[in-house]
């Protein structure tokens, strides 16, 4: 026996039972966290032991299988891992931790968190799912957080010179220029602002902004372009690049199409009246076909009444303002998109963020907002507003509706919810994660989705009920300021939405959304079977692949290019710094030839850049220890 | 002897002891247990009287009742129907009316020319980009039509919004950030408002095309910057004028404005969305009227849907200044790209403004010829400069309450719509406008 005391350190212990049937495991997690005096008994052998006192943050897993890998704190300590694993033990400090269970929705243990591994357990809070609920976020081994760290280094001390030789004119800058007359003016930028830019982001920047010359369907041509300045301009060379697999657009239901019964009836409109509106929903900018798509958009979301506005972005940015106001609270999920964290920020309403997908971190939010009012006056608060999103476009991760629809009623919340990814891309029907979780959209009292995605269009709605709407349609910045969405784009929602609805009489809506979730399935399977890293839920369109550090970002998205496959890599700020990633979008549209001819290539590049971190399939072997730490398994 | 001193003492003590009278021995004894329950009784119970229990936090959680999300108190609003192309002539509930209310300046809504391409481009790409331009949703098209901006504008760069309100409302929190301090005009329209507000930098109003105004401001912070200079190194300063306020119909004094700019080191971002593709010889806005060179000002920014015809919104300016909107621009980063068929709208109607600028002679001699009609309408003053596409009519006399006044106008626009001539009541956010423009 080993007793621990005060040491800095995360310690997660993870132990697997392996179950029957294919990889499945339940995990459980247990941290310790920081300067938090705990006793654990654990038996940890003598190497292990030194680690713990030389090193001091780190992370240590067990397995059934006893293998021992380690980790930095931050990713121990990141998001709900830490989070479940405070529980776990203020769990075992029995119910010390101010909440007493029988008044909290949700308060069993094991529950809500980021499982370390792929997790079936039936958690007590099942009766709001109807189907299991599986979502897997694997820890960063801590090698490659080291190495990420490190390259983060390397670069940024190659920047600092880089950047010592552009100012000493030894190396040609390429960088824009203040204007002769303008240099006393105090600088437009701070300089260490475009130090990232600069020095990273420009090495790579090949990956993204790629100009593509065809329908953004299934496959895409692509421009090619070259640099004869290591990125900082592009030529292109007049050929075209044809047939990329395209992995990258958020083309879920097939809708980005240059044939069919969308285009053809989008013609017909641009024929009829013009691409130009040239006024707003107030004043000339109403017309007969913006009326007809937002009875339509209602009748599809199964709401009483739904409005529509000309950008998604702008939806939310333009219209929590008007919702919410000074003495109001919204809890906003922290990984939500820039436009929801724009609107909340122009209402001037009080903002707490709460952990991604966490329901105690929101339940103790709320809680603590109703009980406690708003700070200083402690007046209560006029309204709280949840904010969340339906997929998350960067996780994978669906939301908890359920969880959350129960809360909200608890608490009396209102909820608003961003389907923009969601949207068409989920469901049995099509019609999103409410769908999806068999629930009733009349719970959700601000359903706001776009049209960029699986309706290949453009704009956003919001849906609710009657009051919501009309309200909307007095007081949005849109409908007063804003010009209205354009004819073609009216037509084009109209027709697909549509064919999802199965209102053309065809089959054809219900086939694709049946194939876009054997697509998901499939090719996530595939995935997570080759030894990558995925993130997210099983039945998510958006695929996010761990690649972790920063050179890899780069090199991925050109080898993928070379193999004829057009994926999207992303990395820090829209990321935390070590998570870089590259993002599969599935489509309707591929077809298995194709995501075969994807996974062939992913699994080729994965092999040639190291990237199937995934420790699930090959323990380690060296770092091997008899397994009886049994009290960790709780 | 020092010890035979201190036995002395404690026999002392001991004999005074014993001579002491009872009552005082009982006294002493008394306080001597009282100090010692004060020293171990636990001092203040405040923390757990304040403490909630359980119980009193979920009463107060049943207690709650939040407001309704929305007021009950608006009536249902229905908005005018439009069939058809809101082209010159307009179909308004059923009925057909001359269009004095859309933004069609050049007449390019309905435009032939323009719909063939839009229509190329359809066929081609379809209808969505389905991205934002990061990721697969840059099309060739786009930047043609960047291109074809920064050409017509005679500027380094351009860059496409796929949304006119999301377009200065994002450039200038793409620069502006907190700490730094903006001069704007009083009129400025919602959008720039609304940038304001996202930028969280400092804002300072002045009088609307008040030139004095603004330089009193200017030397207000001039003297502010000489008592802390290291601030005002880092402290960057914009003006953000109108080129022709939607507000007012008038148009903002350029010449002198870029004087300001040099003589007190302050950027202008210029925000043309009526006046691009109306003022000048060939359309290029406010500094073509001027004849200001467009380096002067740092930033222009307009939209494509008054003159243009399409949608979307562009800002253009050097590359130094523009291209950092590419990462830093909000609407532009995290948004899908303008549907392709749009863009090819733009850039026809861009070609044939360039090929045709008597069509900006035309527009003037028509404004001009409205103007003198409307001018001397008895009971309504007219706002506006006479070359301004879109002009204002307001009540001579105010009823005494803005619903009342809104009420005569909505009167006198529904009488022209009988009479077949489409005019439109201009609608603010009463609440929501930093300067609430009267009712027109």
Same mark, same amino acid.
């Given at each position: 026996?080993?007793?621990?005391?005060?040491?800095?350190?995360?310690?997660?212990?993870?132990?697997?039972?392996?179950?029957?049937?294919?990889?499945?495991?339940?995990?459980?997690?247990?941290?310790?966290?920081?300067?938090?005096?705990?006793?654990?008994?654990?038996?940890?052998?003598?190497?292990?032991?030194?680690?713990?006192?030389?090193?001091?943050?780190?992370?240590?897993?067990?397995?059934?299988?006893?293998?021992?890998?380690?980790?930095?704190?931050?990713?121990?300590?990141?998001?709900?891992?830490?989070?479940?694993?405070?529980?776990?033990?203020?769990?075992?400090?029995?119910?010390?931790?101010?909440?007493?269970?029988?008044?909290?929705?949700?308060?069993?243990?094991?529950?809500?968190?980021?499982?370390?591994?792929?997790?079936?357990?039936?958690?007590?809070?099942?009766?709001?799912?109807?189907?299991?609920?599986?979502?897997?976020?694997?820890?960063?081994?801590?090698?490659?957080?080291?190495?990420?760290?490190?390259?983060?280094?390397?670069?940024?001390?190659?920047?600092?010179?880089?950047?010592?030789?552009?100012?000493?004119?030894?190396?040609?800058?390429?960088?824009?220029?203040?204007?002769?007359?303008?240099?006393?003016?105090?600088?437009?930028?701070?300089?260490?602002?475009?130090?990232?830019?600069?020095?990273?982001?420009?090495?790579?920047?090949?990956?993204?902004?790629?100009?593509?010359?065809?329908?953004?369907?299934?496959?895409?041509?692509?421009?090619?372009?070259?640099?004869?300045?290591?990125?900082?301009?592009?030529?292109?060379?007049?050929?075209?690049?044809?047939?990329?697999?395209?992995?990258?657009?958020?083309?879920?239901?097939?809708?980005?199409?240059?044939?069919?019964?969308?285009?053809?009836?989008?013609?017909?409109?641009?024929?009829?009246?013009?691409?130009?509106?040239?006024?707003?929903?107030?004043?000339?900018?109403?017309?007969?076909?913006?009326?007809?798509?937002?009875?339509?958009?209602?009748?599809?979301?199964?709401?009483?009444?739904?409005?529509?506005?000309?950008?998604?972005?702008?939806?939310?940015?333009?219209?929590?303002?008007?919702?919410?106001?000074?003495?109001?609270?919204?809890?906003?999920?922290?990984?939500? %998109?820039?436009?929801?964290?724009?609107?909340?920020?122009?209402?001037?309403?009080?903002?707490?963020?709460?952990? %991604?997908?966490?329901?105690?971190?929101?339940?103790?939010?709320?809680?603590?907002?109703?009980?406690?009012?708003?700070?200083?006056?402690?007046?209560?608060?006029?309204?709280?507003?949840?904010?969340?999103?339906?997929?998350?476009?960067?996780?994978?991760?669906?939301?908890?509706?359920?969880?959350?629809?129960?809360?909200?009623?608890?608490?009396?919340?209102?909820?608003?919810?961003?389907?923009?990814?969601?949207?068409?891309?989920?469901?049995?029907?099509?019609?999103?994660?409410?769908?999806?979780?068999?629930?009733?959209?009349?719970?959700?009292?601000?359903?706001?989705?776009?049209?960029?995605?699986?309706?290949?269009?453009?704009?956003?709605?919001?849906?609710?009920?009657?009051?919501?709407?009309?309200?909307?349609?007095?007081?949005?910045?849109?409908?007063?300021?804003?010009?209205?969405?354009?004819?073609?784009?009216?037509?084009?929602?109209?027709?697909?939405?549509?064919?999802?609805?199965?209102?053309?009489?065809?089959?054809?809506?219900?086939?694709?959304?049946?194939?876009?979730?054997?697509?998901?399935?499939?090719?996530?399977?595939?995935?997570?079977?080759?030894?990558?890293?995925?993130?997210?839920?099983?039945?998510?369109?958006?695929?996010?692949?761990?690649?972790?550090?920063?050179?890899?970002?780069?090199?991925?998205?050109?080898?993928?290019?070379?193999?004829?496959?057009?994926?999207?890599?992303?990395?820090?700020?829209?990321?935390?710094?070590?998570?870089?990633?590259?993002?599969?979008?599935?489509?309707?549209?591929?077809?298995?030839?194709?995501?075969?001819?994807?996974?062939?290539?992913?699994?080729?590049?994965?092999?040639?850049?190291?990237?199937?971190?995934?420790?699930?399939?090959?323990?380690?072997?060296?770092?091997?220890?008899?397994?009886?730490?049994?009290?960790?398994?709780? | 002897?020092?010890?035979?001193?201190?036995?002395?003492?404690?026999?002392?003590?001991?004999?005074?002891?014993?001579?002491?009278?009872?009552?005082?021995?009982?006294?002493?004894?008394?306080?001597?247990?009282?100090?010692?329950?004060?020293?171990?009784? /636990?001092?203040?119970?405040?923390?757990?009287?304040? /403490?909630?229990?359980?119980?009193?936090?979920?009463?107060?959680?049943?207690?709650?009742?939040?407001?309704?999300?929305?007021?009950?108190?608006?009536?249902?609003?229905?908005?005018?129907?439009?069939?058809?192309?809101?082209?010159?002539?307009?179909?308004?509930?059923?009925?057909?009316?001359?269009?004095?209310?859309?933004?069609?300046?050049?007449?390019?809504?309905?435009?032939?020319?323009?719909?063939?391409?839009?229509?190329?481009?359809?066929? /081609?790409?379809?209808?969505?980009?389905?991205?934002?331009?990061?990721?697969?949703?840059?099309?060739?098209?786009?930047?043609?039509?960047?291109? %074809?901006?920064?050409?017509?504008?005679?500027?380094?760069?351009?860059?496409?919004?796929?949304?006119?309100?999301?377009?200065?409302?994002?450039?200038?929190?793409?620069?502006?950030?907190?700490?730094?301090?903006?001069?704007?005009?009083?009129?400025?329209?919602?959008?720039?408002?609304?940038?304001?507000?996202?930028?969280?930098?400092?804002?300072?109003?002045?009088?609307?095309?008040?030139?004095?105004?603004?330089?009193?401001?200017? /030397?207000?912070?001039?003297?502010?910057?000489?008592?802390?200079?290291?601030?005002?190194?880092?402290?960057?300063?914009?003006?953000?004028?109108?080129?022709?306020?939607?507000?007012?119909?008038?148009?903002?004094?350029?010449?002198?404005?870029?004087?300001?700019?040099?003589?007190?080191?302050?950027?202008?971002?210029?925000?043309?969305?009526?006046?691009?593709?109306?003022?000048?010889?060939?359309?290029?806005?406010?500094?073509?009227?001027?004849?200001?060179?467009?380096?002067?000002?740092?930033?222009?920014?307009?939209?494509?849907?008054?003159?243009?015809?399409?949608?979307?919104?562009?800002?253009?300016?050097?590359?130094?200044?523009?291209?950092?909107?590419?990462?830093?621009?909000?609407?532009?980063?995290?948004?899908?790209?303008?549907?392709?068929?749009?863009?090819?709208?733009?850039?026809?109607?861009?070609?044939?403004?360039?090929?045709?600028?008597?069509?900006?002679?035309?527009?003037?001699?028509?404004?001009?010829?409205?103007?003198?009609?409307?001018?001397?309408?008895?009971?309504?003053?007219?706002?506006?400069?006479?070359?301004?596409?879109?002009?204002?009519?307001?009540?001579?006399?105010?009823?005494?309450?803005?619903?009342?006044?809104?009420?005569?106008?909505?009167?006198?626009?529904?009488?022209?719509?009988?009479?077949?001539?489409?005019?439109?009541?201009?609608?603010?956010?009463?609440?929501?406008?930093?300067?609430?423009?009267?009712?027109?």
């Amino acid at each position: 026996m080993v007793f621990i005391d005060d040491l800095c350190i995360g310690v997660t212990a993870l132990a697997n039972e392996t179950t029957q049937g294919r990889g499945f495991r339940r995990a459980r997690v247990i941290t310790l966290h920081s300067r938090r005096l705990i006793h654990v008994p654990l038996r940890i052998p003598d190497f292990v032991n030194n680690i713990i006192q030389v090193g001091g943050s780190f992370n240590c897993e067990m397995s059934s299988r006893s293998r021992l890998t380690k980790m930095t704190e931050s990713s121990a300590n990141k998001l709900l891992n830490g989070d479940a694993c405070n529980r776990t033990i203020n769990e075992k400090k029995s119910s010390k931790n101010g909440f007493v269970k029988s008044h909290c929705l949700f308060q069993q243990p094991h529950k809500y968190r980021r499982t370390v591994e792929k997790n079936q357990n039936v958690t007590p809070s099942s009766s709001l799912y109807k189907k299991p609920f599986v979502e897997s976020f694997e820890e960063t081994p801590l090698l490659v957080a080291v190495l990420t760290y490190m390259g983060y280094g390397i670069l940024t001390i190659f920047g600092y010179l880089r950047d010592f030789l552009r100012h000493w004119n030894i190396e040609k800058c390429h960088v824009a220029q203040e204007r002769e007359e303008q240099k006393d003016f105090v600088p437009l930028y701070q300089d260490f602002e475009n130090f990232y830019t600069r020095n990273l982001y420009m090495r790579i920047r090949d990956n993204w902004n790629r100009p593509i010359c065809s329908v953004p369907g299934a496959k895409i041509d692509l421009v090619d372009r070259v640099s004869h300045n290591y990125n900082w301009t592009f030529e292109h060379t007049g050929k075209v690049v044809k047939d990329v697999i395209n992995l990258g657009s958020y083309n879920y239901l097939g809708f980005a199409e240059n044939t069919g019964a969308c285009v053809d009836a989008s013609i017909e409109v641009t024929q009829k009246y013009g691409v130009g509106v040239g006024s707003t929903r107030c004043e000339m900018g109403n017309m007969d076909i913006h009326e007809e798509l937002e009875q339509l958009v209602a009748r599809f979301l199964g709401v009483e009444s739904a409005m529509t506005f000309g950008m998604g972005f702008a939806t939310n940015s333009m219209n929590i303002p008007v919702l919410t106001g000074k003495g109001c609270l919204i809890l906003s999920d922290e990984l939500n %998109h820039a436009s929801l964290v724009l609107g909340v920020r122009l209402s001037g309403s009080t903002i707490r963020v709460f952990k %991604h997908n966490n329901m105690q971190s929101l339940e103790k939010m709320l809680r603590d907002a109703i009980v406690h009012g708003q700070p200083r006056t402690h007046r209560p608060w006029k309204k709280i507003l949840i904010v969340v999103e339906g997929i998350y476009s960067m996780e994978g991760s669906i939301v908890r509706l359920p969880e959350i629809i129960a809360l909200k009623k608890r608490y009396k919340a209102y909820l608003y919810l961003d389907e923009a990814h969601s949207i068409g891309a989920l469901g049995p029907n099509g019609r999103g994660v409410v769908d999806y979780f068999d629930l009733d959209s009349k719970d959700v009292d601000i359903m706001m989705g776009t049209f960029t995605k699986s309706f290949g269009a453009s704009g956003g709605y919001i849906g609710g009920k009657k009051e919501l709407i009309d309200y909307l349609r007095h007081h949005s910045h849109s409908a007063l300021y804003a010009t209205s969405m354009p004819p073609p784009v009216v037509q084009q929602i109209i027709t697909s939405m549509k064919i999802i609805m199965g209102e053309d009489g065809t089959t054809l809506g219900a086939d694709r959304i049946r194939q876009l979730s054997e697509n998901t399935t499939y090719f996530r399977r595939k995935l997570h079977d080759m030894g990558f890293i995925i993130y997210g839920n099983d039945h998510s369109p958006v695929v996010p692949m761990m690649l972790y550090m920063p050179a890899k970002i780069g090199a991925f998205g050109r080898e993928m290019l070379k193999r004829n496959i057009g994926t999207v890599v992303v990395g820090f700020p829209a990321t935390p710094i070590i998570e870089s990633r590259a993002r599969f979008c599935l489509s309707a549209l591929h077809t298995r030839e194709m995501l075969d001819t994807a996974l062939q290539a992913i699994s080729e590049v994965g092999e040639l850049l190291q990237l199937k971190y995934s420790r699930h399939q090959q323990p380690h072997p060296s770092l091997e220890w008899t397994s009886e730490d049994s009290q960790l398994q709780d | 002897n020092m010890a035979s001193g201190q036995q002395w003492v404690l026999v002392e003590m001991v004999q005074a002891f014993y001579e002491a009278p009872a009552y005082h021995l009982i006294l002493e004894g008394i306080l001597i247990l009282w100090i010692i329950r004060l020293v171990f009784s /636990k001092t203040y119970k405040l923390h757990e009287t304040s /403490k909630l229990t359980e119980k009193e936090k979920e009463d107060l959680i049943e207690e709650w009742q939040p407001e309704p999300l929305v007021s009950k108190d608006h009536p249902s609003l229905s908005y005018d129907v439009v069939t058809g192309p809101p082209s010159h002539k307009i179909i308004i509930n059923g009925k057909e009316c001359i269009n004095f209310a859309s933004f069609n300046f050049l007449g390019l809504l309905d435009n032939e020319r323009v719909k063939v391409s839009a229509l190329a481009s359809l066929k /081609k790409y379809g209808v969505g980009t389905c991205g934002p331009r990061g990721f697969y949703g840059t099309f060739d098209v786009h930047l043609e039509l960047e291109t %074809h901006l920064a050409k017509f504008m005679k500027t380094e760069e351009a860059i496409i919004y796929s949304y006119g309100f999301a377009t200065i409302a994002s450039a200038i929190p793409a620069y502006s950030k907190r700490g730094d301090i903006i001069f704007v005009d009083e009129a400025a329209c919602f959008s720039i408002q609304k940038g304001l507000q996202a930028s969280r930098s400092l804002i300072k109003y002045f009088k609307h095309n008040d030139m004095e105004d603004l330089e009193r401001l200017l /030397k207000e912070q001039e003297l502010e910057d000489h008592k802390n200079p290291r601030k005002a190194r880092v402290t960057r300063k914009f003006i953000v004028v109108e080129g022709l306020y939607i507000n007012t119909a008038d148009i903002c004094p350029l010449p002198k404005l870029v004087k300001l700019k040099y003589k007190y080191k302050v950027r202008i971002f210029l925000e043309e969305s009526m006046s691009f593709g109306v003022l000048g010889e060939h359309g290029r806005g406010v500094t073509e009227h001027f004849g200001i060179n467009i380096e002067d000002i740092d930033l222009i920014s307009a939209n494509m849907e008054n003159a243009v015809a399409s949608i979307g919104g562009f800002c253009c300016g050097r590359s130094f200044v523009i291209d950092h909107q590419r990462l830093s621009g909000q609407g532009y980063c995290f948004s899908a790209s303008l549907p392709p068929m749009l863009a090819a709208a733009a850039i026809e109607a861009l070609s044939i403004m360039e090929e045709d600028p008597d069509i900006f002679t035309v527009l003037r001699e028509k404004c001009k010829h409205v103007y003198k009609a409307l001018e001397g309408t008895p009971g309504l003053k007219l706002v506006g400069v006479p070359f301004a596409p879109a002009l204002h009519l307001q009540l001579e006399r105010s009823l005494g309450s803005r619903d009342a006044d809104m009420q005569l106008l909505r009167t006198i626009v529904d009488h022209c719509l009988e009479r077949r001539v489409a005019l439109t009541l201009a609608r603010y956010l009463e609440k929501d406008e930093r300067f609430l423009p009267p009712p027109r």
